[in-house]
């Protein structure tokens, strides 16, 4: 019917009397043609495609391109769920852990029928020496929001007491006391542990987490902070986990990583990396400093797309 439709459109204007002289019979056919407006729902194409439903989920585990097609307005819009890129762990010895990479979720996004750009940041490499500080993860970004990367765990030196900022906190190294980075900006995830000072058994501070704060060292956990459940998938997964404080070879226990793939600390070794595609934040180095160990490495963000397709 659309061709029949275009077919009309093109005639031209010395033609126009010959539309005059239809007859009755000829009209009667040309109103019953049907004029095709735009489809109810959109569809879309990017990334790894699952059906829940009535929705489809487009699943970004590195960056590309999300291109929805021409719907009604009403139906032009998303639910997404943005992670950036896990911090870090500080290293050398008993050093603080990464923090996630930023959370961000939300339903009602608009969208247009044009090739979206989805940037999926990586996680922060972990610190080796003394007074050095695990890099910060990368952003993720889709549409007009970005997820900011988690921040580097302290490591065990005066100058470095103080956990990275970012999305989530690191975590602070042991040696003189010292806090956890802030989330910054506000809202994406929670601050970073810190340490009362230097006793045993020598904790860093755990790496914040989407859910939660990461525990103090020093003499207490230092565990990673918990991530957040999302069932934008159609099942609930936890991801934005914080990672574990580093420990000391004296004693037996090490911090774990916060639920959603932090990483855990060691007490004589590297620090575990955080859980690709969850924005994880890698674990504290621990043991002793020679050799010196090396904080883990952040776990890569995710994007997530879930639109009703019909």
């Known amino acids: 019917m659309a061709n029949q439709i275009e077919k009309l459109n093109t005639i031209e204007p010395t033609n126009i009397e010959k539309v005059n002289t239809l007859t009755d019979a000829q009209i009667e056919k040309i109103n019953t043609l049907e004029f095709a407006g735009l489809p109810t729902y959109m569809t879309a194409t990017g990334g790894t495609i699952t059906t829940d439903g009535d929705y489809k989920v487009h699943t970004f585990n590195s960056s590309g391109t999300f291109t929805p097609t021409a719907a009604e307005p009403s139906n032009m819009v998303v639910e997404y769920l943005i992670i950036a890129g896990g911090g870090g762990g500080g290293g050398f010895t008993q050093a603080g852990a990464g923090g996630a990479g930023g959370y961000r979720t939300a339903s009602g996004m608009s969208v247009t029928a044009t090739g979206l750009t989805v940037t999926v940041g990586g996680g922060g490499s972990g610190a080796t020496t003394s007074g050095s500080v695990g890099s910060q ?174």
């Open 137 to 310: 993860g990368s952003n993720s970004v889709f549409n007009s929001i970005t997820s900011t990367g988690g921040g580097g765990g302290a490591s065990h030196a005066a100058s470095s007491t103080t956990g990275g900022s970012g999305g989530s906190g690191g975590g602070s190294g042991p040696y003189t006391g010292g806090t956890g980075g802030s989330a910054s900006p506000a809202g994406q995830g929670n601050a970073g542990g810190g340490t009362a000072g230097y006793s045993a058994p020598y904790r860093g501070g755990g790496g914040g987490g989407a859910g939660s704060a990461g525990t103090n060292g020093g003499s207490s956990s230092g565990a990673g902070g918990s991530g957040s459940a999302s069932s934008i998938t159609g099942s609930s997964v936890t991801r934005g986990g914080g990672g574990g404080g580093g420990g000391n070879p004296s004693y037996p226990a090490f911090s774990n990583g916060g639920s959603g793939g932090g990483g855990s600390g060691s007490n004589s070794g590297n620090g575990t990396a955080g859980t690709a595609n969850t924005g994880g934040g890698g674990g504290g180095g621990g043991g002793s400093s020679s050799p010196p160990s090396t904080g883990g490495t952040g776990g890569s963000g995710v994007v997530i797309i879930r639109y009703q397709f019909q």
